[in-house]
């Protein structure tokens, strides 16, 4: 079973993002989706996140702020990942509101970590970065064989089929 999740925030090719995690003394992914079931106590890129908003906002919600890598059977590592300040998991179905579930504000502090991040990128050959490096935006991503963290804000009780 794999996860699929809606994000906010921003698409980044692998080497900038990995190249920002080496610097942090964070390991790289190699395109690798990361997952650690709890999240984001046990996920050191999810606690790189936070403790670099945390910086600007110190009442900034730990559970926002993550890394999602996209991955499908049969395809090689994926060049893109997302970086997201908010995000809403889906496991069979889900009524998405989208004012609730990925608000369009932007954190206190995610635009510089934005920029921090896509900073790393100079260092990178051209032909491993994406074309639209630092979109922001709303963004599926799926990711097979690792199973997301749904997380609590999931109702469990509603059907699967309704």
Same mark, same amino acid.
Not at 28 to 53: R, V
Not at 72 to 90: F, H, K, L, Q
């Given at each position: 079973?794999?996860?699929?999740?809606?994000? /906010?925030?921003?698409?980044?090719?692998?080497?900038?993002?990995?190249?920002?995690?080496?610097?942090?003394?964070?390991?790289?992914?190699?395109?690798?989706?990361?997952?650690?079931?709890?999240?984001?106590?046990?996920?050191?890129?999810?606690?790189?996140?936070?403790?670099?908003?945390?910086?600007?906002?110190?009442?900034?919600?730990?559970?926002?702020? /993550?890394?999602?890598?996209?991955?499908?059977?049969?395809?090689? /590592?994926?060049?893109?990942?997302?970086?997201?300040?908010?995000?809403?998991?889906?496991?069979?179905? /889900?009524?998405?509101?989208?004012?609730?579930?990925?608000?369009?504000?932007?954190?206190?502090?995610?635009?510089?970590?934005?920029?921090?991040?896509?900073?790393?990128?100079?260092?990178?050959?051209?032909?491993?970065?994406?074309?639209?490096?630092?979109?922001?935006?709303?963004?599926?991503?799926?990711t097979c064989d690792i199973r997301g963290d749904y997380g609590d804000e999931l109702d469990r009780s509603e059907g699967l089929y309704s």
């Open positions: 079973m794999g996860s699929t999740t809606l994000i /906010r925030g921003f698409k980044v090719s692998m080497a900038t993002l990995d190249a920002f995690l080496g610097a942090n003394s964070v390991y790289e992914t190699y395109g690798t989706p990361p997952f650690f079931a709890h999240h984001p106590d046990k996920d050191p890129i999810s606690q790189l996140l936070f403790a670099k908003i945390s910086e600007h906002d110190s009442d900034a919600d730990k559970n926002k702020f /993550r890394v999602l890598i996209p991955a499908i059977e049969c395809a090689g /590592r994926s060049r893109t990942a997302y970086v997201a300040y908010a995000w809403a998991a889906v496991r069979a179905n /889900r009524e998405t509101k989208i004012d609730e579930d990925l608000p369009a504000e932007i954190p206190k502090g995610f635009e510089k970590l934005r920029q921090e991040i896509l900073g790393y990128g100079k260092n990178v050959g051209h032909g491993d970065k994406i074309p639209d490096e630092g979109k922001l935006g709303i963004y599926m991503v799926v």
